[in-house]
């Protein structure tokens, strides 16, 4: 992925750190799964609703447990579950555990959604397998899981 620079303070460029790589090869990755999710009439969901299918259970999941599990506000959670709802991937119904609360739930079309992406990730995988080879591919999945185990999460909102 290209990109121009970008301007910091006193005009020096802004470096291309390992998170930013990280970054960039995870929007390449997850845009290639939303291109073939438009085709197939799926054009709704954007990239910041893959938040949703991840964190979501299968029983549901309210709405504060996935915006904790996806490090965001309720408010911004909330609003890509709204999104998602009126576009028919999602829906909430009643929490059997606390009569207060809503779970989301995936529907039908919501279900397909996550399908579609299960299908495409080992097509994404062996595209990458094929531009740097089996071993640094080997390498590049074990070093991610170990960047991943370092465990740092953001700091709970006041």
Do not use: C
């Not at 085709?39 to 915006?67: K, M, Y």
Request: charged share 30%; proline share 8%.
């Amino acid at each position: 992925m290209s990109r121009p620079p970008r301007p910091v303070t006193d005009g020096r460029d802004r470096p291309v750190n390992l998170a930013v790589l990280m970054r960039d090869g995870f929007t390449v990755l997850n845009n290639r799964v939303l291109v073939r999710l438009a085709e197939e009439g799926h054009g709704a969901v954007r990239p910041a609703h893959s938040a949703v299918f991840e964190f979501l259970d299968d029983t549901g999941t309210t709405v504060s447990t996935l915006a904790e599990r996806a490090q965001m506000t309720k408010q911004g959670m909330a609003e890509l579950v709204r999104h998602l709802e009126v576009h028919g991937y999602v829906t909430r119904e009643p929490d059997p555990d606390d009569r207060r609360a809503k779970r989301v739930l995936l529907t039908p079309a919501g279900r397909e959604v996550v399908g579609i992406a299960q299908r495409l990730v080992p097509e994404i995988e062996a595209e990458i397998v094929a531009l740097v080879g089996p071993e640094r591919s080997r390498a590049l999945r074990a070093d991610l899981a170990a960047i991943g185990r370092l465990g740092a999460t953001v700091p709970p909102q006041e």
